[in-house]
């Protein structure tokens, strides 16, 4: 579906331009626009024409609401993230400031030093949970490199919790990420990321996060082993 006029229009309303379409995804439309002599990157929530409409709504504001202060809360807690510019949860848009990087994804093997940065990524992590911050969705493809920082983007399925499962899912997305686009490269930047994560959370925390995630990692190949039974 071509979603460019209705973006537009939400833009047109709180005063900024389209610049470029950036990505489409299930849950969101991001593009590039001037908004008050900013250069910012605009978050569309889109309606799902399935669920009611007042419920829809309802639920794409709270979403939008949510995301702006995981966004305020990470940066204040000492996590590089795009700083948020606007929030219109009537609109179901919010504006952060246009962060000039490439994903991580995209440039991890010509890094000089892979495993610092998975050591501060580690320990980014680590703040979001001491702080009962879940990001939903860490992966090497929500990091942006920009010269030797690393910036944590896209909050879009976060949520504030201090549950253990939470947390390891987090750090399960992130292993999964590496082994699916760069295997060769798991067990040393793995083992990279959870010093970082220690540094923050002791070395306690970063066993029973390890547990957790060895778990989540049995059930689902319990999962899979009972489809390929049916």
């Known amino acids: 579906m071509n979603y460019y006029g209705e973006v537009e229009e939400a833009l047109r309303r709180i005063g900024a ?9 299930a849950e969101a439309v991001l593009a590039r626009c001037y908004w008050r002599g900013f250069e910012a990157v605009a978050k569309y929530r889109l309606p799902k024409p ?9 639920l794409r504001s709270r979403r939008t609401v949510l ?18 510019l ?5 609109l ?10 490439v994903k991580l994804r995209d440039v991890l093997t010509k890094l000089q030093e892979p495993k610092d940065i998975f050591r501060r990524i580690g320990v980014y ?8 911050i879940v990001h939903g969705d ?14 944590v983007i896209d909050f879009g399925l976060g ?56 778990e989540i990692r049995r059930r689902g190949r319990y999962v899979v082993e009972r489809r390929l039974r049916r």
């Open 86 to 90: 606007y929030v219109n949860p009537d």
């Open 92 to 101: 179901h848009i919010l504006l952060t400031d246009f962060i000039p990087g």
């Open 159 to 214: 949520d504030f919790s201090n549950e253990l499962e939470q947390h390891g899912v987090d750090v399960h997305l992130m292993l999964r990420s590496l082994e699916s686009t760069h295997p060769s490269l798991v067990q040393p930047l793995y083992a990279a990321f959870l010093e970082g994560y220690a540094e923050v959370r002791g070395d306690d925390m970063r066993r029973a996060v390890e547990v957790k995630v060895k």
């Open 17 to 25: 331009r389209l610049r470029e379409m950036l990505s489409i995804g």
């Open 125 to 132: 992590a680590g703040l979001l949970h001491e702080r009962g």
């Open 67 to 84: 995301e702006a202060k995981l966004l305020v809360e990470s940066k204040r807690v000492g996590v590089p993230t795009p700083s948020l």
């Open 138 to 151: 860490l992966t090497t493809s929500n990091m942006l490199v920009v010269g030797n920082r690393i910036f």
């Open 50 to 58: 399935y669920r009611d409409g007042l419920l829809d709504k309802l």
